[in-house]
């Protein structure tokens, strides 16, 4: 009888102390962009990328930060732009992405635009994935 | 509802038929009608024949269907006991009367009600959540450990206050004369007290010679097809396919028309891996030829795993309740989560014949009814798809990935319909 309870005990501890695990909790919210740039012009394309988005620093003041890219793209190649984890960087609440995107080769071919990714706030992921094909 | 029914039939019987503290407080012997009239005009009473014997007080009832009579006292424990008949002039004759002790299983709570509760605890377990996984484990756990709790404490009660409920005198014995058995005279103190215990001429597999209690094992297994009626309303294949099923079961006899085990019966695909083990009941009916009929019901606890099955995608051009546009549609992708364990609460029913081959050998054939719930899991995760042309000679695809997966459970009740061929071995003890 005595061995029973102890079993009983035993188990019951062991079943509480497994409930209470915190890996069960720790989905995080997410918000990645992955831009591919297609190449299908004749010759090799040159792009320059400029990102630009904002949020809450550290000191929870509001700030914009930049990155800039440069690509050379072969004729039939991609190039990937990869922005992972946006809220894990140095800026929390960011909700607006924008990158200027300037593509030209040495021939006749120049296009500049904006693409803009917007994440929304109530979703848990937001994960934009776009092909560019030029 | 029949589900339920048979279900709460099933753990009545087999909490309660089989327990002593819910058998009868009474046994009773068949007399003759000439045996009637000379002991309505004696003083009968029951004893243990002991040292210190308990004695009962012995009523004669009569018993209409087959002409016979009976007499009828509380029960009393001991492998015989002693009918003393006293007449007006003092004599006493003393019949000895033999019981049988009574056997059977289960009688105990944590091994007849508490697994199938415990497998109907188990079978709200979500395998994708872990804080379910965890909870009903320690119900599950917890309910069997409470059923053992109770009886340990229930188990020695029963066993103290019912021991006379244990034992029973078998119908097959029956007073006809009394003119055979000796008189003895009280007056004369020295004589000896011998009473001849009578012998069972009518041995069967379930009564030996001195009117004990036998027992038939019986070890089988089959294996047949199962034809699935499926009921689900879903555009997954999440129903059972029709297999191959195999058996193996554990059964005890100990009276000529019941019979009750174990049987366990399972079946492997490359899509699904099922099995069940399931305590069941049956009544037996004995064909002449050495041919049995038995029919049945089962009830415990059955595991489902499915390997694989398709995934699928869905498109909509509806988003939250607006049409979208001609460049943009709704992507829903399910992805089959493989390898996920379920458990449900089957309920059975079989009929079956079974025919001696040779001795102790049988072949049997019958159909097995049983309900197995299937299961099939799939991640869902929606994308918006858009393509939208962003300057000359420039094109974008854009998928935009919201919200977290979320988990699809396709739950499909499966009628299976098994055509079972088997071969058992029975065992005498």
Not at chain 2, 49 to 64: A, G, K, L
């Amino acid at each position: 009888m005595k061995s029973f309870i102890k079993f009983s005990l035993a188990a019951l501890l062991a079943l509480c102390t497994a409930s209470c695990d915190p890996s069960f909790w720790n989905e995080e919210r997410r918000f990645s962009i992955l831009q591919i740039l297609q190449n299908n012009q004749p010759n090799t394309v040159y792009n320059k990328t400029m990102v630009t988005y904002g949020g809450l620093n550290y000191n929870y003041v509001y700030s914009y930060d930049t990155l800039y890219m440069n690509r050379t793209i072969k004729p039939g190649d991609t190039a990937q732009i990869y922005l992972k984890d946006i809220y894990s960087s140095r800026f929390t609440s960011v909700d607006t992405v924008t990158i200027h995107i300037e593509l030209s080769d040495t021939q006749n071919f120049y296009q500049k635009f904006a693409r803009t990714y917007i994440s929304e706030k109530y979703q848990g992921v937001n994960d934009f994935i776009e092909t560019i094909r030029f | 509802m029949f589900r339920k029914f048979s279900f709460l039939l099933l753990v009545s019987a087999l909490s309660v038929g089989c327990n002593s503290a819910f058998r009868s407080s009474h046994t009773a012997i068949r007399i003759t009608p000439p045996v009637a009239e000379y002991l309505s005009q004696q003083t009968v009473n029951v004893h243990n024949n002991s040292s210190n014997p308990i004695v009962r007080q012995v009523e004669i009832v009569q018993q209409t269907p087959d002409s016979f009579f009976q007499i009828q006292f509380t029960k009393l424990a001991g492998h015989s006991l002693i009918l003393e008949i006293i007449d007006s002039a003092g004599r006493i004759r003393n019949v000895a009367i033999p019981q049988s002790q009574l056997k059977a299983f289960p009688f105990l709570l944590s091994t007849t009600t508490a697994p199938v509760l415990s497998s109907g605890i188990i079978a709200t377990r979500n395998p994708n959540v872990r804080r379910s996984r965890t909870l009903t484990g320690f119900l599950a756990i917890s309910s069997y450990a409470a059923a053992m709790g109770i009886d340990a404490i229930a188990y020695p009660i029963v066993k103290a206050t019912s021991k006379n409920k244990l034992y029973a005198v078998p119908r097959s014995f029956v007073l006809r004369d009394l003119r055979q058995v000796y008189t003895f005279d009280t007056s004369n103190k020295k004589s000896v007290y011998r009473v001849i215990a009578p012998i069972n001429r009518e041995v069967t597999p379930y009564l030996d010679a001195n009117f004990q209690k036998r027992y038939r094992l019986i070890l089988g297994s089959s294996a047949g097809f199962g034809l699935v009626n499926e009921f689900y309303n879903s555009n997954a294949d999440i129903g059972l396919k029709q297999t191959p099923w195999y058996a193996i079961e554990y059964n005890v006899q100990g009276s000529p028309n019941l019979r009750w085990g174990l049987h366990h019966t399972w079946s492997q695909h490359k899509d699904f891996q099922a099995g069940i083990t399931s305590m069941q009941v049956a009544y037996v009916h004995n064909n002449p030829n050495n041919g049995r009929f038995i029919v049945g019901i089962g009830a415990g606890s059955g595991g489902f795993k499915r390997y694989t099955a398709d995934n699928r995608v869905d498109s909509t051009r509806s988003y939250r309740n607006r049409m979208l546009g001609p460049d943009s549609m709704v992507i829903k992708t399910a992805a089959f989560i493989p390898n996920n364990k379920y458990f449900f609460l089957p309920i059975s029913g079989f009929v079956k014949y079974e025919q001696e081959l040779f001795k102790q050998i049988n072949l049997n054939v019958g159909i097995n009814v049983t309900q197995v719930t299937s299961y099939t899991d799939y991640s869902i995760q929606e994308a918006l798809r858009t393509t939208e042309s962003i300057a000359p000679g420039v094109t974008a695809a854009r998928s935009h990935v919201y919200g977290f997966p979320t988990i699809e459970r396709n739950k499909a009740k499966n009628l299976l319909v098994q055509f079972n061929f088997g071969i058992n071995i029975q065992l005498n003890r």
